[in-house]
């Protein structure tokens, strides 16, 4: 029974009174699913009961308009999403149109996407769930809910790992056992491959170690009179070289001597003149006066 002390309740505080939490409750019939499928139609414009694009199947009888707006928040951040069709002229019985979609964000309006492929690909990225993972994880349909308590143990345990999503952890669980066997058996083709190898001898072990002792003998010397021999080709190309120059200083010589030769007749003259020569300048003297 409530009752106050000093002016102040002192009723018993209720868990959810401050939570988020809430719910939806009524009769048959009252509406409830319809508002689960107007927020699923204004996120991502398909519903559990009607699939995508429900069209006619939607819309109330004899009206020519339906639309669904949903607010919800990422990370503090607020959006709002919209969804519209109608009829051609806005008649009941007119064609219906394609629909009208928007993602807006609520603190300046910014219109993120108004084309169906962006808003769900910007619904799905913001969010984290696309279509399938928002009706398993957030919004679980009726039928869903019905068939998973109906269900028998093993349907029910695939039912739950297809509600929660947990199903991926069967699949790895499959990918590792298929790849466990896969590493069993090249280990196993390894194994016969070792199996088959005919292992040495001591005896044929120590042979195989006297010829590569051998070998490594042979492979020296091999080296030292290949370093021996590449020695002699450089003595023997550079006697080569000096032969050469040896023979073209020869050839230099005995020109020269040929030259001193033929030029010995014109150095004779020059020396018998030399003597006349030395009596040149007294001649020019005595010319000089008598001119």
Not at 125 to 143: H, M, P, V, Y
Request: proline letters at 4%.
């Amino acid at each position: 029974m409530p009752c106050r002390a000093n002016g102040k309740s002192t009723l018993p505080p209720r868990p959810l009174t401050r939570s988020s939490l809430f719910a939806i409750t009524g009769p048959t019939g009252a509406g409830k699913t319809t508002l689960l499928d107007a927020i699923s139609l204004a996120l991502y414009h398909q519903t559990p009961r009607l699939g995508e694009n429900p069209g006619a199947e939607l819309m109330t009888r004899h009206t020519a308009e339906s639309l669904a707006e949903v607010e919800f928040a990422v990370k503090g951040v607020g959006y709002r999403a919209f969804w519209s069709q109608r009829r051609a002229k806005n008649q009941p019985g007119g064609n219906l149109q394609g629909a009208k979609v928007e993602l807006a964000r609520i603190s300046d309006g910014v219109i993120l996407a108004d084309k169906i492929t962006d808003k769900k690909r910007l619904i799905a990225e913001l969010t984290g769930l696309d279509f399938a993972r928002f009706t398993k994880s957030i919004l679980l349909a009726q039928g869903d809910f019905a068939a998973f308590l109906n269900a028998d143990a093993k349907s029910r345990a695939g039912l739950l790992e297809e509600l929660t999503g947990t199903d991926i952890y069967g699949r790895i669980s499959a990918d590792v056992f298929e790849r466990n066997k896969d590493v069993r058996n090249e280990l196993a083709q390894w194994e016969a491959r070792a199996g088959a190898m005919e292992m040495l001898t001591a005896e044929q072990q120590a042979m195989l170690e006297a010829e590569l002792t051998q070998r490594q003998q042979d492979e020296l010397q091999l080296n030292t009179q290949r370093h021996e021999r590449q020695r002699h080709h450089t003595w023997l190309t550079e006697r080569t070289q000096r032969r050469s120059a040896w023979q073209q200083t020869q050839q230099a010589s005995l020109q020269a001597a040929q030259q001193a030769q033929a030029s010995a007749p014109a150095l004779a003259r020059l020396a018998a003149a030399e003597p006349a020569e030395a009596l040149r300048p007294l001649l020019d003297q005595q010319q000089h006066e008598n001119t």
